[in-house]
């Protein structure tokens, strides 16, 4: 059987292997969590990923991106000196017929794990209780990655393949800008549609936000505290200017018509996430510092959400006597995000809305997201078509006792071995 749909037969041999395989699917993400892959350490889990994928029966490669390879798309990703010992890991499984060919993505880094007294549980301890499993990572998003090798076991184990190519990637270096996910791309990693099973809440996701980082100095005029209305305070005018950006972002929101985010109270968020200013405690601050991320949706250009995003800024300090005078200064870094999207009515968007509805008896969520992510490397440069499908709540993602639910993955599980089957057809095992 090649296309054309999933029987009902099928789909109920597809639930009962993942029910069969709810065990061993959270000891292996329990295990996952155990080894530590935050953001530039992501080596030692990459092994057993590596591993799994093998046990699997999957061709796999490992090799660590090449940094000359990321250098034309820098702004874009966070682009460090080098990235050995931090190997990205795909595994293929050759298409057995004539079928569509699809990517499975998850990136293996996690965040650090925080204060461990914020804690109830051991951040890295893998703990499976009451129906979760617990730890950095195991929603964001280790969860997702077992699940993607757990949807092609099921379709096995009830007796089927893929008749297409299947790629399931575990890419490093997401959570600072996606350089993994760009160097699979670049490696020649692309195909008909691409899925991450990012944690969505099980709803599907063909719009990403984007973001641009920036640093924001602003002048002031040093005096000694006694004479303080002799000097120009910095951070007085900064906050001149924050509240102004606050406006704009108001503005901005108003503006925005994109149907996924109509229902979205804050679709593009300005936020301000460090600042720093001043020499001495008695001394009026003659400079701050401000690092922020301003948001944008798909339709909106990085460059152009630039030149708006200065204007605005400039209209600011052209509005106030000393920063007129001495402008503030607005400097963009490295790390951006292209907001990104795919049309609702895609033939990926529809499939895999097809695929829940015959798990679930139940009409999918079509939802977009504030975030940027790596889908929009897969749209912007890999000409993939891409979405975002997944167990797990992103507000737990970076949270003290972040965990998933075993039955919302299980239900992940299902609806993308199903979609495996329809997207790329399938033959007997």
Not at 84 to 106: F, Q
Request: hydrophobic share 45%; with cysteine.
């Amino acid at each position: 059987m090649s296309g054309g749909g999933v029987s009902p037969e099928l789909v109920a041999r597809i639930e009962g292997a993942v029910q069969a395989l709810q065990d061993e699917f959270a000891e292996t993400l329990a295990s996952l969590v155990r080894i530590p892959s935050q953001t530039g350490a992501e080596g030692a889990v990459q092994e057993r990923v590596a591993a799994l994928m093998r046990e699997e029966g999957l061709e796999v490669d490992v090799w660590e991106p090449d940094v000359e390879a990321l250098r034309p798309s820098a702004e874009f990703v966070t682009l460090e000196p080098s990235y050995a010992g931090r190997p990205n890991v795909v595994g293929v499984a050759r298409g057995r017929g004539r079928g569509r060919s699809l990517i499975l993505n998850a990136h293996i880094d996690t965040v650090e794990t925080g204060d461990a007294a914020a804690w109830t549980v051991d951040p890295l301890g893998g703990l499976v209780r009451d129906g979760r499993v617990y730890g950095r990572g195991s929603c964001d998003m280790k969860g997702g990655l077992v699940a993607n090798l757990f949807a092609l076991r099921a379709l096995r184990l009830a007796g089927y393949e893929p008749a297409g190519e299947l790629i399931l990637e575990s890419t490093i270096s997401e959570e600072d800008g996606g350089a993994g996910a760009l160097a699979a791309v670049l490696r020649g990693y692309v195909a008909d549609a691409a899925l991450i099973s990012e944690p969505t809440n099980l709803a599907i996701v063909p719009a990403q936000g984007g973001s641009l980082m920036f640093r924001l100095h602003v002048p002031g005029l040093s005096a000694h505290a006694c004479a303080r209305d002799e000097g120009v305070s910095a951070i007085e005018k900064f906050a001149y200017l924050h509240q102004g950006l606050l406006a704009f972002e108001a503005r901005h929101n108003r503006e925005i018509s994109h149907p996924l985010y109509a229902t979205m109270r804050n679709k593009a968020p300005i936020n301000i996430g460090t600042i720093r200013g001043g020499s001495w405690a008695s001394s009026v601050p003659e400079f701050v510092v401000a690092e922020g991320r301003a948001g944008l949706v798909p339709g909106e250009t990085l460059d152009a959400f630039k030149q708006r995003l200065a204007a605005e800024v400039g209209a600011l300090a052209a509005e106030d006597p000393w920063l007129r005078e001495h402008p503030p200064r607005l400097e963009w870094l490295d790390g951006q995000f292209v907001p990104a999207d795919v049309a609702v009515d895609s033939p990926l968007v529809t499939t895999l809305g097809n695929a829940w509805r015959q798990v679930t008896r139940t009409s999918p969520r079509v939802e977009a997201v504030t975030y940027g992510a790596d889908m929009r490397h897969f749209i912007m440069s890999g000409a993939t078509d891409c979405v975002m499908f997944g167990a797990g709540d992103v507000r737990l993602a970076h949270a003290p006792d972040e965990s998933i639910p075993l039955d919302d993955s299980g239900t992940a599980i299902a609806t993308t071995s199903v979609f495996i089957a329809e997207w790329c057809g399938i033959v007997e095992a």
